[in-house]
């Protein structure tokens, strides 16, 4: 706990007991001493025996250290929930010894009949008292309707989303949009009140739109390209482009007007899902990984706490003013790139390692020349367009993670050849990929059945959407 500033020192009344709720103590800075001290007394000579005598004291300190740092603890106790059962006469009986596994069991263990026991999933996730103010009734402007009642939201957010007035597309969509909603215009037009912003926008449509160079982009591929704040392109993006939500362009952002199902040279802007292949079949494990993910459960802190961070909440008067380009004086980063992401975040490039295990890239960003030889190997000959592969070959996708793996694999055997000592021969390299690809491939599927996008990467096209709903 002392290692890790940001955690919370736990005491508990019951450490024996699963079930003991603890009380947290918060870590303050302090500068305080730590004495050492001797109290020695010495008996006096006593002369008439009825005569009481008190013994001479003498108090001894030394100074042992200086105390930088202090746990204290300020937050009540929350309620403790035993394992007990109330009987028909109101005694209550202990189920520790039925409910704790404490050594290998037989099968009648787990047959017992016993009362129903359901501990409480959470506690009170604040542990100091604070002053609830009751609010008056919202007044909404003029035209505001409440939200339907449904099954849906009776229980849930406060509010209703707030939403941007983007356009979803399916694959199986017969029309595609030639504008944005009014809406999205109406949003926009809010906000852009600057010339910064007046750039950031041409900007943009040059990116997306000017001579058709690009009409498909990936929100990360913005971000490389322009600077600009993330809260003003929620509201930018909208206003420019649709987000196709299934088929190989899915979680990215096409310009309105454009079919990239009728077009077979968008094969190019179609949307590859890699994630990195690690297991022992595949020379190195989870944790030899160089690529490491953006959080674990072993770093999962208690919700409860004393002291929270506001986060920042960004108005519309703070978009007004400018945050696609302009801010603190003190920022480090010049004003044209200050938003802007690296490239690596939407680019592959050979020799170099993804920024996060699971990437979206799409196949034009894929800067191998091997690899841009599988995407247009049924070049002139596309015939039709499907869910899964596009306008590419069957199985274009499989071959490109295969060769990319065997690409990343590659560099972490450069970087670790202990890993490695057992293959080191490119032969066993190509054996390994073809085993890979052929023989198990169900195996392989469920390894990467248990990647899943960590919560706030750049890469979850899941988040996107939630931040345009």
């Known amino acids: 706990i002392y290692a890790d500033p940001a955690k919370r020192l736990e005491l508990y009344f019951r450490p024996k007991d699963p079930y003991c709720h603890p009380v947290c103590a918060n870590r303050f800075p302090t500068s305080t001493m730590l004495l050492r001290v001797t109290r020695r007394s010495k008996k006096k000579q006593q002369l008439d025996p009825e005569e009481q005598i008190q013994p001479e004291v003498q108090f001894e300190m030394e100074i042992l250290g200086i105390v930088t740092t202090v746990y204290k603890f300020q937050g009540m106790s929350d309620f403790q929930y035993l394992a007990m059962h109330s009987g028909p006469d109101g005694k209550q009986t202990s189920m520790y010894d039925k409910v704790l596994m404490l050594k290998p069991e037989k ?103 000017l001579l058709l160079v ?17 809260d003003k392109l929620k509201v930018l993006l909208p206003y420019l482009a649709y987000y196709m939500l299934t088929g190989p362009w899915r979680s990215l952002w096409v310009r309105f007007g454009y079919d990239p199902r009728k077009h077979p040279e968008a094969k190019i802007y179609q949307v590859l899902d890699f994630r990195i292949r690690c297991g022992m079949k595949y020379g190195y494990a989870a944790t030899d990984m160089p690529v490491k993910a953006k959080r674990s459960t072993y770093n999962y802190s208690l919700p409860i706490t004393v002291k929270k961070q506001g986060s920042h909440t960004v108005s519309v008067h703070d978009l007004k003013q400018g945050l696609g380009s302009a801010g603190t004086s003190g920022a480090k980063k010049p004003p044209s790139s200050r938003y802007k992401l690296k490239e690596s975040v939407y680019i592959f490039r050979e020799g170099a390692l993804p920024p996060y295990r699971q990437m979206f890239y799409q196949l034009c960003d894929l800067n191998v020349e091997s690899l841009q030889k599988i995407i247009h190997r049924n070049d002139g000959t596309e015939s039709e367009c499907t869910e899964r592969d596009g306008w ?67 890469n979850e096209m899941e988040t996107e959407i939630l931040d345009y709903v």
């Open 214 to 230: 690009r009409p498909v982009w990936s929100r990360n591929a913005v971000k490389a390209n322009i600077s600009v704040h993330p």
């Open 392 to 458: 590419c070959l069957a199985k274009t996708s499989d071959d490109l993670r295969d060769s990319m793996s065997l690409m990343i694999k590659q560099i972490i055997r450069s970087t670790r050849p202990a890993l490695f000592s057992n293959t080191t021969s490119s032969e066993d390299g190509k054996e390994q990929l073809a085993y890979e690809s052929g023989e198990d491939e169900d195996d392989e599927e469920e390894e990467e059945e248990d990647f899943k996008p960590s919560d706030g990467s750049e």
């Open 107 to 209: 099968e009648e263990f787990f047959n017992k009949d016993l009362p129903l026991y359901i501990p409480p999933p959470i506690f009170s996730r604040l542990d100091t008292p604070v002053d609830y103010f009751y609010r008056p009734d919202i007044q909404h402007r003029s035209g505001y309707n409440n939200p339907q009642v449904s099954g849906e939201n009776l229980i849930g957010l406060s509010r209703a989303r707030r939403p941007h007035n983007a356009i979803f597309v399916n694959f199986d969509d017969e029309e595609i949009p030639t504008k944005p909603l009014d809406a999205a215009v109406q949003n926009w037009k809010k906000v852009c009140t600057n010339p910064v912003d007046k750039k950031v926008e041409e900007e943009l449509r040059k990116v997306c739109a």
